[in-house]
């Protein structure tokens, strides 16, 4: 999915630039608990991922982020 298309899923919630290796978040967890979004080199910079890094969406447990993985219509 490209990085516009996450970005308008996420429009309500606030990302943190971890930087270009993503970072421990406390408290650690055995189970998925954070959303981290990596925008990669080849991805086209993109309103709020606009570097290359990991994003920690802020406020969004693992458990509430089902509708990141709606599929979504081709793109051209």
């Known amino acids: 999915m490209p990085l516009a298309a996450i970005g308008e899923r996420l429009e309500k919630y606030q ?8 970072q421990p978040i406390a408290p650690v967890s055995a189970y998925f608990e954070y959303i981290v ?8 910079p ?3 991922f606009d570097k290359p890094g990991f994003y920690h969406v802020l406020d969004l447990r693992a458990r509430d982020a089902a509708f990141l993985f709606v599929p979504t219509p081709p793109f051209r």
């Open 46 to 48: 993109c309103g709020r």
């Open 15 to 22: 990302l943190h630039f971890m930087g270009a290796e993503p």
């Open 37 to 44: 979004i990596e925008a990669s080199k080849v991805d086209a």
